[in-house]
């Protein structure tokens, strides 16, 4: 319905009535909060392109303090004791599972941890408490991915649906849309001139901030770089020294060479951020013959990419973009 109400909004424009356009678009930002055609039906009322930002946000976070907000609602939610302990690991200790999975992530060897860890996720996935248990111990070793399935998993359990999660505990929400690799984040957005909200949703988007993950195309690293392509980027930059293709597990390198490469796209786009994102997972040279059929309309663009992987990339990476402004607002002290 949003969609629909989305492109008749488009097609009263294109035709000239611009009252029945906005009442169209009005219509449709209010059917799928959060979702990709409201929001961009809500942009096309205030008059802006795609990605632009609306709101400004605060970065800094308190996710210890916000747990113990989240561990109050989970008394009352799930009707549990008051001395009931949330980040103990006692449950787990003698559970061989467990301790597979540990002793591969000391290792490094980060991939099967993580598979014994989802295992593990898997047989608590009707137990809310030991859930959230798990969940602080992927955050705290630096398990993301598991830990933004887990925290949704406890608000499933709790019978909230997507966009009523938005109002849960920030705890939850801001472990499902976390700043995970914030400092390395900043500054590649800052060097590249990037809104950093934009690079977090598309890391996650790309990796799920799984750093040492490889796509069954062979794509590495938290931002989906090909060996092919890292070493392009590294000649570019001149950088690392000495760069091998396991430097892209590295998320500082990563991360760096990411927003370098989209960068790069941008300018070949002149600065048209949607075109650079779907360079991005698609290549320029589709972009380019998209751009010309499309005539300079990006909902049009958007609509006529002919690969499904690209269409829910862009209109995935646009949702979390809105999601984490929403998410990180600016607060004002009384």
């Known amino acids: 319905k949003s969609g629909a109400n989305f492109w008749i909004g488009k097609t009263y424009e294109k035709l000239g009535d611009l009252e029945k356009s906005k009442s169209a678009w009005q219509e449709a930002s209010l059917q799928d909060p959060n979702g990709y055609y409201s929001e961009r039906a809500s942009e096309k009322l205030l008059g802006l392109t795609p990605l632009t930002s609306l709101n400004s946000v605060n970065l800094q976070v308190n996710l210890e303090q916000e747990r113990l907000?989240?561990?109050v609602w989970m008394r009352n939610t799930f009707t549990l004791p008051p001395d009931t302990n949330?980040?103990?690991?006692?449950?787990?200790?003698?559970?061989?599972?467990?301790?597979?999975a540990n002793a591969y992530w000391?290792?490094?060897?980060?991939?099967?941890?993580?598979?014994?860890?989802?295992?593990?996720?898997?047989?608590?996935?009707?137990?809310?408490?030991?859930?959230?248990r798990l969940t602080n111990h992927f955050i705290?070793?630096?398990?993301?991915?598991?830990?933004?399935?887990a925290s949704?998993?406890?608000?499933d359990l709790a019978n909230i649906d997507e966009f009523a999660s938005l109002n849960a505990p920030l705890w939850f929400n801001h472990i499902r849309f976390g700043l995970y690799f914030d400092e390395i984040v900043l500054n590649a957005a800052e060097e590249y001139n990037f809104d950093p909200v934009l690079l977090f949703s598309l890391i996650r988007q790309e990796s799920f901030?799984?750093?040492f993950i490889v796509s069954s195309a062979g794509a590495k690293g938290l931002m989906q770089i090909m060996p092919a392509t890292g070493d392009e980027i590294a000649n570019l930059l001149k950088w690392p020294l000495n760069y091998q293709?396991?430097?892209?597990?590295?998320?500082?390198?990563?991360?760096?060479?990411g927003t370098s490469y989209l960068s790069r796209m941008r300018t070949y786009f002149n600065g048209?951020?949607?075109?650079?994102?779907a360079a991005y997972n698609a290549g320029p040279g589709n972009v380019t013959n998209w751009l010309e059929k499309a005539d300079n309309d990006p909902d049009l663009f958007l609509e006529i990419i002919p690969f499904e992987e690209t269409r829910r990339y862009l209109r995935n990476i646009y949702s979390f973009y809105r999601i984490y402004e929403t998410l990180y607002p600016v607060r004002t002290v009384q």
């Open 245 to 257: 293709e396991s430097d892209l597990y590295r998320p500082t390198i990563n991360i760096r060479m």
């Open 209 to 211: 901030f799984e750093g």
């Open 106 to 132: 000391e290792l490094g060897l980060y991939q099967q941890g993580r598979n014994e860890f989802e295992t593990l996720r898997t047989m608590y996935e009707n137990d809310a408490v030991n859930l959230f």
């Open 140 to 149: 705290e070793i630096g398990l993301y991915r598991s830990a933004i399935y």
């Open 152 to 155: 949704r998993q406890i608000l």
């Open 86 to 100: 949330f980040i103990t690991l006692s449950p787990f200790l003698a559970d061989p599972t467990f301790i597979r």
């Open 272 to 277: 048209d951020l949607f075109a650079a994102l």
């Open 69 to 71: 907000i989240a561990e």
